[in-house]
């Protein structure tokens, strides 16, 4: 930098600077987007409206009014639970009999999909996890029997219930109770 | 120079320095908004005809841009071994899809438990269809003596044809949901059979 003049060197590195700015603007925004989204899906306003903090709840069915979450896919019929172990574990139980497809899904404060049980996993027996904080049970409280441990990677997650249905209206009558089968609560 | 003209001249260095470094904090924003929006399905990804898919979606071992893409685009998307996701933005010629034109879509049921075929708005949002036909399923879908299945998507019926209804002039997304997909096709989500999307006729 000898044959710049002091002036020059100093837009070099006010130049340098901004770019510095731009780039970890770009890579926060990136890394926090996720992280940004899933609170608002687990705290926002359709989330108090629902009143899914630790416990189930149930969206109606997907039509195009459906706006909380980008592609809702209009075959499935969806329940809810905005898990928060900051205070204890929390169980989660669901026994939908059905003869199609079903699956609990949980998913990370980042949106990772960590845990996953489908109808054919489950071979008919019913859901039941003891879902713990990544550095486990501060109160120590031993699993109910039966129940299956899950270390969430995160203290707050969600979880979306899947209940296949082609025709919502036609099989009301056996998808609305397989659906509302799903319990979310504090252990 | 003045005490007057020397503190004018510093708070007007002080204020183009801040419209620069807010200008750099924009363009940080903006090009990560660009990036997730518009590259919704970043390596690595598999292309088989005008479908594309993150075999990283959902998963614990998405990357930094694989996991916000998904979040912007896919919310709440499950691994692969569970359910894998096609996206088509274009046709089988490689033009954009649009809502207000029409579009025939034949395949055979792909290699899984459950598939559906989605016509989504550029939002990521269902169309007011007012048949309420917002999908083609394994269940709705009819097959011809060949095995293969035939929907439409656009603004008006085709005749004989199962219809998706995209009123609007606007970009359209189809997404091809494979539930439980076979174990030969998680481990090579390229060898699907992937249905064709062929327009059908001018656009307004």
Same mark, same amino acid.
């Given at each position: 930098m000898k044959n710049f003049s002091e002036h020059q060197r100093l837009w070099f590195y006010r130049g340098l600077t901004l770019l510095v700015t731009a780039v970890l603007a770009h890579l926060l925004a990136v890394w926090a987007a996720p992280r940004v989204i899933m609170y608002l899906l687990m705290h926002g306003p359709t989330a108090q409206k629902m009143n899914m903090h630790n416990q189930a709840a149930f969206p109606e069915a997907v039509t195009s009014e459906s706006r909380t979450v980008v592609m809702p896919s209009p075959d499935m019929l969806y329940s809810v639970c905005a898990f928060d172990l900051r205070a204890g574990p929390v169980r989660v139980r669901a026994a939908p009999v059905l003869a199609h497809y079903w699956s609990v899904a949980l998913y990370a404060a980042n949106s990772d999909n960590f845990f996953v049980r489908n109808d054919r996993q489950t071979q008919g027996r019913s859901v039941d996890l003891w879902l713990v904080a990544p550095g486990g049970d501060p109160q120590q409280k031993q699993p109910p029997a039966g129940t299956e441990v899950v270390v969430s990677p995160s203290s707050t997650g969600f979880l979306l219930m899947r209940v296949l249905t082609t025709d919502y209206q036609a099989e009301k009558a056996v998808v609305e109770p397989a659906r509302r089968t799903l319990q979310c609560s504090r252990g | 120079?003045?005490?007057?003209?020397?503190?004018?001249?510093?708070?007007?260095?002080?204020?183009?320095?801040?419209?620069?470094?807010?200008?750099?904090?924009?363009?940080?924003?903006?090009?990560?908004?660009? +990036?997730?929006? &518009?590259? !919704?399905? %970043?390596?690595?990804?598999?292309? +088989? @005809?005008?479908?594309?898919?993150?075999?990283?979606?959902?998963?614990?071992?998405?990357?930094?841009?694989?996991?916000?893409?998904?979040?912007? &685009?896919?919310?709440?998307?499950? @691994?692969? =071994?569970?359910?894998?996701?096609? +996206?088509?933005?274009? =046709?089988?010629?490689?033009?954009? %899809?649009?809502?207000?034109?029409?579009?025939?879509?034949?395949?055979?049921? !792909?290699?899984?438990?459950?598939?559906?075929?989605?016509?989504?708005?550029?939002?990521?949002?269902?169309?007011?269809?007012?048949?309420?036909?917002?999908? %083609?399923?394994?269940?709705?879908?009819? %097959?011809?003596?060949?095995?293969?299945?035939?929907?439409?998507? @656009?603004?008006?019926?085709?005749?004989?044809l199962y219809w998706l209804p995209t009123p609007g002039q606007r970009p359209l997304v189809l997404t091809l949901r494979l539930y439980n997909p076979a174990p030969a096709l998680q481990a090579a989500p390229q060898s699907l059979v992937a249905p064709t999307v062929q327009k059908i006729g001018g656009c307004p």
């Open positions: - | 120079m003045s005490k007057t003209g020397h503190w004018s001249l510093r708070a007007k260095r002080i204020a183009i320095g801040a419209a620069l470094y807010l200008g750099a904090v924009v363009l940080g924003l903006g090009s990560a908004w660009w +990036v997730l929006k &518009n590259a !919704p399905w %970043l390596n690595p990804s598999v292309e +088989v @005809g005008p479908w594309r898919a993150n075999m990283h979606a959902g998963s614990q071992d998405a990357g930094m841009y694989t996991r916000a893409t998904v979040a912007v &685009n896919a919310l709440l998307a499950l @691994g692969r =071994d569970e359910t894998m996701y096609f +996206v088509a933005t274009r =046709d089988d010629a490689g033009h954009a %899809l649009r809502a207000q034109c029409s579009y025939r879509i034949t395949g055979v049921p !792909p290699q899984a438990r459950w598939w559906s075929i989605t016509a989504y708005a550029e939002d990521l949002f269902l169309f007011d269809a007012p048949n309420g036909h917002y999908s %083609l399923n394994g269940a709705t879908a009819v %097959l011809d003596a060949a095995g293969a299945f035939t929907l439409s998507t @656009g603004p008006s019926e085709q005749p004989g």
